[in-house]
C-alpha cells in the first residue's frame, strides 16, 4: 500500500524531481496538500456550454456532444482535477438508460482541458466493486503516471484515491481510460475526452469557432435489460456516441461561415467511417499531433480505427441540417439490423391470414425492406431503445445510432450551441415528386447489354425476381 506522502517521494524518484521541488518550494501547507478537491458530479446528460476559463492561461473551449468539462481548482500553479470512478445510470435515449461504469455522475466521463504546459494533477477516487486505473492515451509523460496496471502502477483499490501528476506537453485530442480488466471495464462505459489546447498562436492549430468533441462507443444490451454484456466482442447491439443514439445525439450547430473543428476518438472494437454531407473536411490533427499542411487532403469520410483520434476541420458555408454520421448501416440503425432474417420479397398474403386465426396479433416484418419499422406501434420491452425513430419535418429519420446533424444558420449567435430547429427549405431548392406522364413499359437494352434471351422473351407484364450469381468466380 502507498500512502500519499510515499507517493509523493515515488514522483520525485521517477524523474519528476523538478516537479516535485516546485510543488515543495511554494508555501502550500501540508493541509492544502492534503485536501482533495472536492469532485464535480454531473446528473444530466445533455451538452453542456463551453466552460470558459476562469483561472489559468486563456483557451478557446471545446463542447462535448451530451457531455461536459470537468472544473478544476488552482493549487500554486498546478491544475487539479477530482475523477471519481463508479457506477452510474446513464440515459442513452429517452425512454432508455443503462446502468454503467464511469466518472463522476456521467458515461463517458467529463472532458478535461488543459493548455500546453500546464501541470496537471488528477485525483482518482475508486468507488467501483474492482481496482481500476486511469491511462491517459496519447500523452508525453513520466511512464510512471502512464496508468497500465502491474506495470506502471498498482491498481486502485475499490475506495482508494490515487494521485497522477505531469505535465501537459504537446498540444493535441487525447482520451482516458482505465488499464485494468479493460475488457469490462470498457465495456461498462468508462472512458473521457481529453484536449490540450495550444499555448498561444501555433502554426498547425487554427483557431475554431466551434470546436466540438466526442468519443465513438458501444454496448451490448439486451432489450429490456440494463446492464451490458461484457463479454461481447464485435455483435454490439448499441452503437453510440458518448454513450448515447439518436435522437438522443445533440446536434452540431454553427453559423454560416464559422470555422468547425470536430474531434472524434474510437474506443470501441471496430473502426468507423465518420461521414458528413455537404461539406469537404481536412483531418488536422490525429492521435499523434496536428497533421502537417502538405499531408492534408479534402474529403468527406474520415475512418477512425479502435484507439485512434481524428480532428476534422471545415468552413461551414451551407446553410442546412446536414446528416452527419458513421458510414456502417449498422451502425446508424442500432439494433434494428440484427437477428431479424430479411424478408424482402417474401409473400406472406395469404400466410398471415391463416396464421391470424391461430395466433390473433401475428404479424409480418419487413416484407417491403425495413422501413415500415419506423411506422410500426409495437409494444417493446421496457428500457429499450425504440427502433428507427427520429422524425424529421418530413417524417421519420429512420435512425438509431451513430447519428447526428450538422445545423448551418446565417443567423446562429456566436457561442450559441441551442437548436435552431428544422431548415427551412426554400421554394424551389428541394427535391419533389415527379406528376407528369406515367411510366410506360421499361425498354430493354440489346442482348449485347447483358440481358438474356429467355429474359428478353417473356412477356413484359410480369414482374419478375432474377437473381443472376457472378460468374466465374470461387470461394464466395
Ligand atoms: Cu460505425
Redesign the pocket.
Known amino acids: 500500500m502507498i500512502t500519499r506522502r510515499s507517493f509523493f517521494k515515488r514522483v520525485g524518484q521517477a524523474g519528476g524531481l523538478a516537479a516535485f521541488s516546485a510543488v515543495a518550494s511554494t508555501a502550500v501547507s501540508k493541509v492544502a496538500m492534503a485536501a482533495l478537491p472536492e469532485p464535480v458530479l454531473q446528473t444530466s446528460p445533455d451538452t453542456m456550454p463551453p466552460l470558459m476559463p476562469n483561472t489559468g492561461r486563456p483557451y478557446n473551449p471545446v463542447v462535448t456532444l451530451n457531455g461536459w468539462t470537468l472544473p478544476w481548482r488552482m493549487n500554486a500553479g498546478v491544475k487539479e482535477f477530482h475523477l471519481v470512478a463508479e457506477p452510474v445510470v446513464r440515459e442513452m435515449a429517452p425512454g432508455m438508460v443503462a446502468h454503467l461504469w464511469g466518472y463522476n455522475g456521467q458515461s463517458p466521463g467529463p472532458t478535461i482541458e488543459v493548455v500546453e504546459g500546464d501541470r496537471v494533477r488528477i485525483f482518482v477516487t475508486n468507488k467501483l466493486p474492482e481496482h481500476t486505473s486511469v491511462h491517459w492515451h496519447g500523452q508525453r509523460l513520466p511512464n510512471g503516471m502512464d496508468g497500465v496496471t502491474g506495470l506502471n502502477q498498482p491498481g486502485i483499490a475499490p475506495g482508494k484515491t490515487f494521485v497522477y501528476e505531469f505535465v501537459a506537453r504537446r498540444p493535441g485530442t487525447f482520451m482516458y481510460h482505465p488499464h485494468a480488466d479493460e475488457m469490462t471495464q470498457m465495456a461498462m462505459g468508462m472512458m473521457g475526452f481529453w484536449v490540450t489546447h495550444p499555448k498561444g498562436k501555433h502554426p498547425l492549430i487554427e483557431e475554431a469557432d466551434r470546436d466540438y468533441c466526442f468519443l465513438?462507443n458501444a454496448y451490448d444490451i439486451d432489450p429490456g435489460a440494463y446492464t451490458p454484456k461484457i463479454m461481447t466482442m464485435l455483435d454490439f447491439n448499441l452503437?453510440t456516441w458518448n454513450s448515447r443514439v439518436f435522437p438522443g445525439i445533440s446536434p452540431l450547430v454553427a453559423r454560416k461561415g464559422d470555422r468547425v473543428r470536430i474531434r472524434v476518438g474510437n474506443l470501441t472494437m471496430?473502426?468507423?467511417?465518420i461521414h458528413i454531407h455537404g461539406h469537404e473536411f481536412e483531418v488536422t490533427g490525429t492521435d499523434g499531433g496536428p497533421t502537417p499542411k502538405g499531408a492534408r487532403w479534402p474529403e468527406v469520410t474520415v475512418d477512425v480505427a479502435v484507439g485512434q483520434m481524428r480532428q476534422m476541420e471545415f468552413i461551414a458555408d451551407e446553410e442546412g441540417d446536414w446528416a452527419f454520421h458513421?458510414?456502417?448501416s449498422h451502425?446508424t440503425m442500432n439494433a434494428m439490423g440484427h437477428n431479424v432474417p430479411t424478408m424482402i420479397g417474401v409473400d406472406h398474403r395469404g400466410l398471415a391470414g391463416k396464421i391470424n386465426q391461430l395466433i390473433p396479433d401475428y404479424m409480418v416484418m419487413g416484407e417491403r425492406g425495413m422501413s415500415d419499422m419506423s411506422e410500426m406501434q409495437m409494444p417493446l420491452p421496457d428500457n429499450t431503445v425504440p427502433m428507427m425513430t427520429g422524425d424529421g419535418p418530413y417524417g421519420s429519420v429512420e435512425m438509431g445510432g451513430?447519428f447526428s446533424m450538422l445545423k448551418v444558420r446565417k443567423n446562429q449567435k456566436a457561442g450559441d450551441y441551442s437548436d435552431p430547429g428544422w431548415y427551412p427549405q426554400p421554394t424551389g431548392t428541394q427535391a419533389y415528386e415527379y406528376t407528369g406522364a406515367p411510366l410506360t413499359a421499361p425498354r430493354r437494352q440489346s442482348q449485347a447489354g447483358g440481358v438474356s434471351m429467355q429474359q428478353s422473351n417473356r412477356p413484359t407484364n410480369t414482374i419478375e425476381l432474377q437473381v443472376r450469381k457472378p460468374q466465374g468466380h470461387q470461394g464466395h
Open positions: 465513438l452503437w471496430t473502426n468507423h467511417p458513421c458510414h456502417k451502425h451513430m
